[in-house]
């Protein structure tokens, strides 16, 4: 079997940093080359500063590399993408045709590019969310992934080039914190809790949101990557999900283990954006093509996050 060598573009970032081990875990250090426009703070294997908007800086350490499979998870996210949506919709659509581009040139033979629960929009079925149904997000960043994944759909149907995706949940994680997106509360609040500290939400009381435990997102991605190309059915993205929960939920499962914790809304234009996404998605066809499983619900995650961050607040090891 020809040795797998992989690229990850955005490696420094929420998911990019803990698939990162979780790939050099497997794949061995040496065959994982992490690329960012941002240093890692802690990384042992390659790493190469690359800003994907420079196509010949990726084509080169492509060439380098001997890269045979890429993760792009480089994006401006939801709320970021609203302060500068030309910059968002330049940089998510320019850094994926970048990656096709050279992906074509070097003969690629799998990329992973990740959709969002973004790309649906307030006329999309709230509950349960459908696989295939009506789109209109209306964020710059659920544009950009909205359209992307129609590429992805005909560059496989006119080229049969391997990319594989996912419609991402809002993610949570200890290992790493997210920047400039709407579902970024989630990760928050357990860092207050951990920290004795009350939490301001910018989100109401009561707006429900897919989310994912980031072992669970990590996995999935992995085993989506491990599935044989010919049970890949769908090739715009899949639906994933794992468990559904609103700011109150997370605040209540937060209580069951730290009795003092205190929450209060404040919310801001992150709403607008939260309310126009579904409640909850349907997966089936995840399930069905790739064995998809969720390990983790709403309390197992609150376990797990606040003994993760205790010990690393007791050992001064989070990451900003
Ligand atoms: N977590 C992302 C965001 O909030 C959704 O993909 O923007």
């Known amino acids: 079997m020809k040795q797998e060598k992989i690229l990850i573009i955005g490696a420094s970032g929420q998911i990019g940093s803990v698939l990162t081990h979780t790939l050099s875990d497997i794949y061995g250090e040496n065959n994982v080359i992490a690329t960012d426009i941002r240093q890692p703070t802690d990384h042992h294997g390659h790493f190469e500063i690359l800003d994907v908007l420079n196509t010949q800086a990726l084509g080169d350490i492509v060439a380098k590399y001997g890269i045979t499979q890429i993760y792009h998870l480089a ?3 939801s709320a970021k993408g ?3 949506p030309m910059f968002a919709w330049q940089f998510n659509m320019t850094s994926f045709f970048n ?3 050279v992906a074509r040139q070097f003969k690629i033979s799998k990329i992973f590019f990740p959709s969002s629960i973004a790309a649906f929009g307030p006329s999309t079925p709230k509950y349960n969310t459908p696989q295939a149904t009506i789109m209109i997000p209306e964020t710059v960043y659920g544009i950009s992934k ?3 994944e129609d590429w992805c759909n005909y ?3 006119k080229e ?3 990319i594989r995706s996912v419609r991402y949940p809002g993610i949570i994680g200890y290992q790493s914190l997210p920047g400039g997106g709407t579902t970024d509360y989630a990760v928050n609040i357990y860092h207050k809790a951990v920290k004795s500290e009350p939490f301001e939400c910018f989100l109401k009381a009561d707006t429900a949101l897919p989310m994912i435990y980031m072992d669970d997102a990590i996995r999935a991605t992995i085993e989506l990557m491990e599935a044989p190309a010919e ?5 715009t993205s899949y639906n994933l999900a794992s468990m559904s929960f609103s700011p109150q939920d997370i605040a209540e499962s937060i209580k069951k283990q730290v009795p003092d914790f205190s929450i209060s809304y404040n919310p801001d234009f992150r709403q607008a954006i939260a309310e126009s996404w579904p409640a909850s998605i349907d997966d089936s066809e995840a399930r069905k093509d790739w064995g998809w499983r969720p390990n983790f619900d709403l309390d197992a995650m609150t376990a797990d996050m ?5 010990e690393m607040y007791s050992k001064e090891i989070v990451h900003h």
């Not at 049970?231 to 090739?235: H, S």
């Not at 606040?306 to 205790?310: D, Y």
């Open 82 to 84: 609203e302060t500068m």
């Open 75 to 77: 994006a401006i996210l």
């Open 306 to 310: 606040l003994a993760h961050l205790s």
């Open 155 to 157: 560059f496989w149907l």
């Open 146 to 148: 909205s359209c992307a």
């Open 160 to 162: 049969k080039m391997d």
């Open 99 to 101: 990656v096709i581009d």
């Open 231 to 235: 049970n890949i059915k769908i090739r």
